[in-house]
């Protein structure tokens, strides 16, 4: 089995955001409101931080998309005391919505800042989806899948998936997936798609011969936070 | 337990319990059947980690489709796909916008301004049908529910055509439209018999074309970046341009940044010159803070270093350029050496020299002149400047330089008439014709004129004109916005994602290419395309012949016209059916060194009569009650195409800051020390326009001296999401023009800073 991982170049990123866009479009994710942003409670499961060091004139900014970085020793899983998270056999860390208490013990865990509480119900109807199937929520007893997100459940944590529906199904179907560094790319998670300059990929980081792979041997490269020992599958390479 | 079974009935101590009653044996018996209960129950329920959950994706959905068009939230006009479903339930719902593969121009990307496409199309702030105005004041006091009554279509277009009248004191405003539709509106003018086309984009750039009209006498000039070939720019010296934030065509540039810093065996060098660390200079490799407004004594200081060391291409200069020998003369001089300059600019001499050595010495390499650095006084030499410099190391038309971009030739339109051109008249003659109460009436197409003009405040000078007594205005646009709130009658257009129509690809890719418009979704409610407003327009005033060209295919259907004309349109190169599937055309490959300029002389010229001009960067007003200079800028997210109703554009709009929903007052640490200012106060800025309240962001990444705020935000009938949201800059603005192209020049104004 493959194990996921994203490398984002922060040469290449310029800090436009299409990429949380993206993932606000594919995933349903609610917006929030100027209230909201003051609290802290509006929802990103992928976000761009602005990180600035230094006087003037010798100012540095540092530019950094952050999904969830899907860590193989991830606190959020550990922490868990309902199992509502846990890391797939792929690596990717989900979130059960059903099984979660809405504890936030993990949000405490997660050193990236990856997780989301739901502290509303998603009310405006320009932002349901008719497309996505309409009974999926803790009122549903017949799925237990995280996907997708007609609407939202309150009350409990949300996160990146690497838009892991979009994996299986391609892979359910025998199509290619992961970024390519010469020819057309396979299926790609909703942000590394959108990116206009092509500053993230997308691929099998235990295949030696996948971008991702060859991204990471050909430049240095670092993960945030690394003394914390979780070893984050989301890399970056250093401008 | 079985004490207390056989307790006597008469105990005094009140019973416990209602009468529930259980031995020891029954409870554990009990708990343990109801442990397997649940162990099983949470066995089920239990994911199995090691298989993917299954998704049921597609189970809801009909049908879906990928609608190719092109987007429209700022001009450069991506195309794009839209993804359409069809649920089982029999809704439709637009759910995702992509960028088109077939569109080479920008690699088939799209930035973040097309995601909010979505959100442009399901505003909850749009117009269901035709308004009258009734009562109520117009301008900030306006009430779109009480002031309005519902019309008809009919009633709506009759009450307009009654008072066009006089075609000579009509006056049209167009805001961002799609290519077609920008040509049916001057079309419109020519029926009507009115010169008074005003184009909002040139608020931004008409300075800027101007200094480079002087030079090559070409309006079609862009920054190439990366030839089709593959031959990339080597270095490119941004001029204060917001190149990956706000400079056009910003998708194109953005995947072109990418492919530059990092896909190509040498990383382009990146240098940009402002006085803001902006995105584009946080991105680049130096940033060099300059005294906002003396870039082009810069530019000719570098030009001094270029000239006096003999680096420049002698063999273009020689050959393609006229004027040269003065310009030599003029640059040469003391005035214009680095150490000099550096007064001026606040730029080291050092730096001015080696960064115009690298410049010259790397090829191709480009100067790039951006918003910051021509919208003054003296914007149009500032522009010429930095743009002779691509002449003197000869990057006019090579590829990665300058490139003149080729249209697809579109089939003709009757034209007879009122020469009336693509970018209108200028912002200074509008003013004049709106000061000395030329003009009657005016039709707004998506304008968006109020917030994007100088002394844009309540009670300044253009809320006193829109507001006028006998002044009749007609707003033409999908949603709320200020421009909306000024009108007498509003008629509700759709969204770009509703309506038929082509668009041209503005220049930068030097190949002509030409994306489709069509409509992804019925038009909303009553609201109709601007094409088939303009043409019933047309029809009601008796002017229909000036849409109806012979032979074309157009039936004069008013339902069927806005399809018809886009097809008749692009008839000459691209087959209907082809363009609507595939979205995209392009013209054949751009040949470089043709050199054809449009100046008298047929050759590049050098102006330099008027370039002692930008030593004097000086700004009108008294520098010791106004110390600060306000410079203003356009982040990624201000989406062009109406007003900023948008939560997912709102809730992430200043990246750099991490902050949504607002704007702030940007300042230098030492400067906002000076004033006694700290992070997060409530500070008003004042200008002798007026004053404005906002938040101050103090950083380290700005020239002291200077303030900052971004625009985009500042609405107050724009819907939501939007108004009230931080300031209007513009509110403090004044009205200076830039001394030749008439632009507004809003980097002009001194201000003062204080507490609230």
Not at chain 1, 195 to 212: H, I, N
Not at chain 1, 224 to 239: A, C, F, G, N, V
Not at chain 2, 640 to 653: D, L, R, T, V
Not at chain 2, 677 to 682: F, P, S, Y
């Amino acid at each position: 089995m493959a194990n996921w991982g994203m490398v984002i170049d922060l040469d290449k990123c310029v800090g436009c955001q299409a990429c949380s866009l993206a993932c606000k479009a594919e995933n349903n994710v609610p917006h929030g409101s100027p209230y909201e942003q003051k609290r802290h409670h509006d929802m990103y499961w992928h976000k761009v931080i602005a990180a600035t060091e230094g006087e003037y004139p010798a100012v540095n900014t540092q530019i950094i998309p952050m999904p969830c970085m899907h860590c193989d020793h991830p606190p959020c899983v550990n922490v868990c005391p309902s199992k509502a998270t846990f890391k797939r056999g792929d690596g990717i860390i989900v979130q059960n919505f059903r099984r979660c208490l809405g504890c936030r013990y993990c949000i405490v865990a997660c050193p990236y800042g990856a997780r989301n509480f739901n502290f509303k119900d998603q009310e405006d109807k320009e932002y349901k989806r008719p497309d996505l199937p309409p009974d999926m929520d803790l009122s549903f007893v017949g799925n237990m899948g995280p996907w997708p997100y007609p609407r939202r459940t309150r009350g409990v944590v949300e996160k990146c998936t690497y838009c892991f529906h979009r994996i299986d199904q391609a892979l359910e179907r025998g199509w290619e997936v992961g970024s390519k560094l010469d020819g057309e790319h396979g299926v790609l998670p909703a942000c590394v798609e959108a990116c206009p300059t092509e500053a993230r990929y997308f691929g099998d980081l235990d295949d030696p011969e996948s971008a991702v792979s060859r991204l990471m041997a050909s430049r240095t490269h670092f993960k945030l936070r690394e003394e914390m020992h979780t070893s984050p599958k989301t890399i970056y390479l250093p401008r | 337990m079985s004490q207390a079974a056989t307790e006597k009935p008469d105990n005094p101590e009140p019973k416990r319990s209602s009468g529930f009653r259980i031995s020891r044996r029954a409870f554990l018996g009990v708990s343990a059947a109801a442990a397997a209960v649940l162990t099983v129950v949470l066995a089920l329920k239990r994911p199995k980690l090691a298989e993917p959950v299954e998704t049921q994706a597609t189970k809801a959905i009909d049908t879906q489709e990928y609608i190719a068009t092109s987007c429209l939230n700022c001009p450069t006009r991506c195309a794009i796909r839209v993804r359409k479903v069809q649920t089982t339930a029999g809704q439709t719902k637009v759910v995702k916008i992509l960028g088109n593969p077939a569109s080479t121009y920008s690699e088939g990307k799209c930035c973040s301004r097309s995601h909010v496409g979505l959100q442009v199309l399901y505003n909850p702030d749009r117009f269901e049908t035709p308004l009258i105005r009734t009562s109520g004041d117009k301008g900030r006091a306006v009430n779109f529910e009480t002031d309005f009554r519902v019309a008809s279509w009919e009633e709506a277009l009759q009450a307009v055509a009654a008072r066009l009248t006089h075609p000579d004191r009509l006056l049209l405003f167009q805001g961002l439209n799609t290519t077609s539709n920008a040509d049916l509106i001057r079309q419109f003018a020519l029926a009507c018999g009115t010169p008074n086309l005003f184009v909002e984009e040139g608020l931004e750039t008409d300075a800027d074309h101007e200094g480079k009209m002087l030079a090559d006498g070409r309006s079609d000039s862009g920054y190439e970046l990366m030839s089709e070939d593959g031959t990339s720019t080597k270095y490119i010296l941004a001029f204060s341009s917001g190149i990956v934030e706000s400079e056009r065509p910003l998708a194109r540039n953005l995947r072109l940044w990418g492919k530059l810093r990092r896909e190509l065996p040498n990383k382009t060098r990146v240098v940009s010159l402002d006085p803001r660390y902006s995105v584009t200079a946080s991105r680049a490799d130096e940033w060099v803070p300059v005294n906002p407004g003396s870039e082009g004594a810069v530019a000719m200081a570098m030009a001094h270093v270029i000239v006096s060391e003999g680096l420049y291409d002698s063999d273009f200069i020689n050959h393609h350029t006229e004027g040269f020998s003065k310009y030599r003369t003029v640059v040469m001089t003391q005035r214009f050496s680095p150490e000099s300059v550096s007064g001026i600019s606040g730029v080291a001499a050092d730096a001015i020299r080696r960064i115009a050595r690298e410049f010259a010495q790397s090829k191709p390499a480009i100067a790039w002149s951006g918003e910051a650095a021509t919208s003054l006084t003296y914007g149009t030499f500032a522009s010429h400047a930095i743009y002779c410099l691509n002449a003197l190391v000869g990057s006019i038309d090579v590829p990665g330089g300058i490139v003149y971009q080729q249209y697809p030739l579109y089939a003709a339109m009757p034209a007879e008439g009122l020469p009336i051109t693509e970018t209108g008249i200028s912002f200074r003659r509008m003013v004049e014709l709106l000061r000395d109460g030329a003009i009657d009436a005016a039709i707004g197409f998506n304008s968006n004129l109020i917030m994007s003009v100088p002394e844009s405040k309540e009670d300044g000078r253009w809320d006193s004109i829109l507001k006028r007594e006998g002044f009749f205005y007609v707003h033409v646009g999908p949603a709320k916005s200020e421009m909306a709130a000024y009108a007498d009658v509003i008629l509700p257009a759709c969204t770009y994602l509703e309506e038929w129509g082509y668009e041209s690809a503005i220049p930068g890719s030097g190949y002509a290419e030409a994306r489709i418009k069509q409509p992804v979704v019925e038009p909303f409610n009553e609201s109709r395309p601007a094409a088939r407003i303009v043409f019933d327009l047309a029809g009601t005033l008796g002017k229909r012949d000036f849409f109806l060209p012979e032979a074309s295919g157009i039936s004069g259907d008013s339902g069927a016209f806005a399809e018809q004309f886009a097809a008749y349109r692009t008839s000459p190169f691209v087959g209907w059916p082809d363009f609507r599937s595939v979205g995209v055309w392009r013209g054949g490959h751009y040949s470089y060194r043709n050199y054809a300029f449009g100046t008298a002389s047929g050759k590049f010229e050098f102006h330099s009569d008027h370039m002692e001009r930008l030593l004097n960067v000086g700004r009108p007003g008294d520098s010791s009650v106004y110390p600060l200079r306000l410079a203003i800028y356009r982040p990624v997210l201000e989406i062009k195409s109406s007003g900023q109703n948008f939560p997912w554009a709102q809730e992430i709009y200043l990246v750099m800051h991490g902050r949504g929903w607002k704007n702030l007052v940007e300042i230098n640490r030492e400067t906002a020390h000076r004033y006694g200012i700290g992070e997060g106060n409530k500070v008003i800025v004042e200008s002798v326009h007026g004053e404005i309240e906002g938040e101050a962001r103090v950083l380290e990444g700005m020239r002291p001296g200077v303030v900052a705020i971004a625009t985009g935000q500042g609405h107050y009938a724009s819907g939501r999401f939007a108004d009230g949201m931080g300031v209007n800059p513009n509110d403090v603005i004044g009205t200076e023009y830039d001394e030749e192209s008439g632009q507004p020049s809003f980097f002009n104004t001194r201000v003062k800073v204080r507490k609230a």
